[in-house]
């Protein structure tokens, strides 16, 4: 009887909180408004389109409070002032798009299926799962290994053992933030590549990240990584062409390791349909005090050097779009 009877105030109590942070949650979205800021040039210049979805930076007092970490600890994932670096490449003709929300609230290198896992443990459990099981669109949410981990389109968790939230989040929250704010961005990004593609006949998407200067094993990164899905996403020549422009600038760049690319990458890279993608990532060490996550004095050349190496890469595409778009 009292095991019975706990489980149901269990029940009652999730749910009681659950609804709280739903109320939270959408004084949440309306504080955040248009979920992406983006960049349209009056004239495209190149086929290219400069995308940063993990540089946003907004996190309105009432998505801390669902949160049981600091604020300096929620941006720890965030890719810090991407997006700065890109929106300036707007005034040569290239369209920029970037998140306003930070990626630890909604995740749009995710694909949206990929929904947190629920332990089906009792009656309020089963009926959650079964909503999260008709959640989008009639289509299945997925229990991937990295959902079910805590890092799928809505994160869960920040690292293996640090939750964001203090209890399970609901379906009807998820449901809310995939509709405001996640679905809303790719719609642009899609919009973006076809109007791109269409000017050109062929549009290359470069989707730009910062990840951490060393490895779990202190092991320093390279300068700049590019993934194209081992090849799935863009054209050799295409990858080839841009690892010899960052080396130009004296950068060291890897291929597919450790990031080959998420979702974005995967999703619009298709090169038999004239649509490439690269992910660029940037190591933080060039620009990033870990820290404080306040740009040092290596900001500066950095984005000129980005600047450059993008000219460099919309000239190419551009000079060369007959060959490309065959």
Sequence with gaps: MWPQSNRENSRKNLAVRQRLQCKLDRAVLREIGTPYHV???????????????????????????????????????????????????AKFGIPVLSAKFPRIYVDVNRTANEWPAYTISDEQAISDEQALLEGISGQAPTITQRARLGFGVVPTRLGPHTDIYPHNISADLIRRRLKVLYH???????????????????AVLLDCHSMPGSDLSGAKRADIVLGNRHGHACRPETIAFLQTVFTALGYSVAQNHPYAGGYITAHYGRPNMNIEAVQIEINKDLYLNPLTLERHNGWGNLAENMQTAILQIGEYFTTSGAVAAQ
């Excluded at 801390?64 to 890109?86: G, K, N, V, W």
């Design 184 to 202: 809303p961005y790719h719609d642009v990004l899609q919009e973006l590549l076809h109007t791109t593609k269409n000017r050109f006949g062929h």
């Design 39 to 89: 960049s349209r040039p009056g004239t495209l210049k190149a086929p290219l389109v400069l995308s940063s979805p993990h540089s946003g930076r907004h996190y309105p007092k009432t998505f801390q409070a669902q949160s049981l970490l600091s604020l300096r600890q929620l941006r720890q994932s965030e890719d810090c002032y991407i997006d700065q670096l890109l929106t300036p490449l």
